[in-house]
């Protein structure tokens, strides 16, 4: 799952370089069982993890 919520908002994480993963806060429209339409927040062309986007998100949470 690439959209995860960071408590506040919907995140997502974007590689900005090889091996290098920033978080962005993404705004979200129509929501089905297979799949989250992203409205904003994100470029056409971006790097989106598409799995364990929940990985790095606990990975930031435990680092402080």
Do not use: M
């Not at 927040?41 to 993890?49: E, N, W």
């Amino acid at each position: 799952q690439a959209v995860v919520s960071d408590g506040a908002d919907s995140v997502v994480f974007v590689e900005t370089e090889s091996g290098k993963f920033k978080r962005r806060a993404v705004r979200l429209g129509r929501q089905g069982k297979a799949s989250t339409e992203i409205t904003g927040g994100i470029s056409a062309g971006d790097s989106v993890v598409v799995e364990g986007a929940l990985l790095l998100l606990n990975s930031l949470d435990a680092e402080g």
